[in-house]
């Protein structure tokens, strides 16, 4: 079946299969591999996307299911050259080691800030609870989503 | 890597559109996905054709109408969670709704999804038994209402025929009630080992109707009829609620498995039962002193 899917801006057409995951249809067939696949369970979260601006395990929806949608992943958050605060955040704070998990974490946290610029530091661990990071012990996740509360801007050096 | 068997898509423009199509032999609904497509993955599920009524925002609703909760099938579980009619009246949704799947899950799967995958440890099936609720199935000839006491054959079997489709769940708005769910499980966005529900109608001290759910320990239909048969007519005091609380315990069936023993379900059957009906307790007075106060 033929899919129309908007990612980061772009329209995208092709010919797909319906059983199709949309996390394939992003690396394999759009080559955008920012976005991991992880557990396949819908368990790790390493492949959350937006779609039509609401994170998704994108292990769990078929592309079908995004034609004619909004998608907007991992590679779209740095624009015009200019790192997002939340990316920031996780350079400063030492968000990732491995980094697999990092752009399910930064896609979730984005939303989150974009719903609630100044979450507490249990309402980020509520909303990241259904995604794994298996170096960190989420510390430092934590403290970045804090660090891009902080630093709207997301320069670093900037006080808060 | 896990990828579903081959199947056909089509996306459903209305509900009377997704009527005729889920009439047609092999075709299943397609809502949120998120227990229909792993289970496509495993092969446990192969339909045919995928039937996408995601785009029916007709069935999208919460709305408090005619002195009842009305659910569309295709809320969210994140709608329930952040709906204020739905918290005012039975907070034992928004209990719920805290401990099912997990935040990102819950954006995505749908209310009536979990009611029709009718997995035996499903939170909500429990819930909407304890609160009485009725299914409104939409079919080519029109809605037909079944309770949800009988809306489950057994594990992963509902009364939803071909050619229908849940449109809706009702919940009788009840004054002077209270309610409360508590599910213990091993860790986030995991199944219950064993989770409770309860919903306590009091007249003074006195409990007028009880309603108790449970899930994961395959109580028939999720209820836990015999221990709402003892609490009926009698004071609301701590004493019966563990009494009602071990005859719910004794009355369920649970499988051991690699989330515990059968003792230590039961165990977990009593103890959640009595603290879902100490809470259900609680909350009617609180709602109770409020109307007095206004």
């Known amino acids: 079946m033929r899919v129309a899917v908007t990612v980061n801006g772009t329209e995208y057409a092709r010919d797909v299969e319906p059983r199709l995951l949309l996390i394939h249809f992003l690396r394999d067939q759009l080559g955008l591999t920012g976005s ?3 557990c396949d369970t819908s368990n790790c979260g390493s492949c959350v996307v937006w779609l039509d601006e609401t994170p998704v395990k994108a292990c769990t929806v078929l592309a079908a299911m995004a034609d004619g949608r909004i998608v907007r992943t991992v590679e779209d958050l740095a624009r015009n050259g200019q790192l997002d605060p939340v990316q920031q955040g996780f350079i400063e704070c030492h968000g990732l080691q491995c980094g697999f998990c990092t752009p399910g974490m930064m896609m979730t946290a984005r939303w989150l800030l974009d719903r609630n610029p100044d ?10 609870s259904g995604l794994l990071c298996r170096c960190t012990g989420y510390e430092n996740i934590v403290r970045s989503v804090r660090w891009a509360a902080q630093h ?6 900037e006080s808060p | ?11 459903a423009t209305s509900v009377e559109h997704a009527l005729a199509l889920l009439g047609r032999p092999d075709h299943r609904v397609l809502a949120g996905g998120h227990s229909l497509i792993p289970m496509m993955k495993l092969r446990l599920a192969q339909p045919g054709v995928l039937v996408d009524i995601n785009g029916l925002a007709e069935l999208a609703f919460i709305k408090e109408h005619s002195g009842q909760l009305r659910i569309g099938a295709l809320a969210r579980h994140a709608d329930l969670l952040d709906s204020a009619a739905a918290g005012q009246h039975f907070p034992i949704f928004h209990d719920a709704e805290r401990v099912v799947a997990d935040p990102i899950v819950r954006l995505w799967g749908t209310v ?5 995958q009718a997995d035996p440890s499903e939170d909500l099936s429990a819930v909407f038994a304890a609160v009485r609720a009725t299914a409104v ?6 809605d037909r209402e079944v309770p949800v006491r009988e809306f489950h054959l057994g594990p992963y079997e509902t009364v939803i025929g071909p050619g229908e489709l849940l449109a809706e769940i009702r919940v009788p708005i009840i004054p002077g009630t209270g309610s409360a769910y508590e599910k213990v499980a091993r860790r986030v966005g995991d199944w219950s080992v064993a989770a409770a529900g309860a919903v ?6 006195t409990i007028k109707e009880a309603g108790i759910g449970l899930t994961a320990v395959a109580a028939e239909h999720f209820v836990a009829a015999e221990a709402e048969d003892f609490l009926r007519g009698k ?6 609620f563990e009494k009602a609380a071990k005859i719910a315990a004794e009355h369920c069936q649970p499988i051991p498995d690699q989330r515990g023993p059968e003792d230590y379900k039961r165990h977990l059957v009593a103890e959640l039962t009595t603290r879902a009906l100490r809470r259900a307790a609680g909350r009617a007075a609180g709602r109770a002193a409020q109307r007095a106060k206004t």
């Not at chain 1, 709207?152 to 050096?157: K, L, Q, R």
């Not at chain 2, 306590?200 to 001290?205: E, I, S």
């Open chain 2, 1 to 11: 890597m896990q990828v579903p068997s081959h199947v056909e898509y089509e996306r």
């Open chain 1, 152 to 157: 709207p801007a997301g320069h670093p050096g």
């Open chain 1, 119 to 128: 979450p507490a530091e249990a309402e980020i661990r509520e909303v990241l």
């Open chain 2, 112 to 116: 009536g999804g979990s009611l029709c």
């Open chain 2, 235 to 240: 004071p609301a005091t701590e004493e019966n």
């Open chain 2, 137 to 142: 199935i939409r079919g080519q000839d029109g």
């Open chain 2, 200 to 205: 306590l109608q009091l007249h003074k001290h």
């Open chain 1, 36 to 38: 991991h696949w992880g």
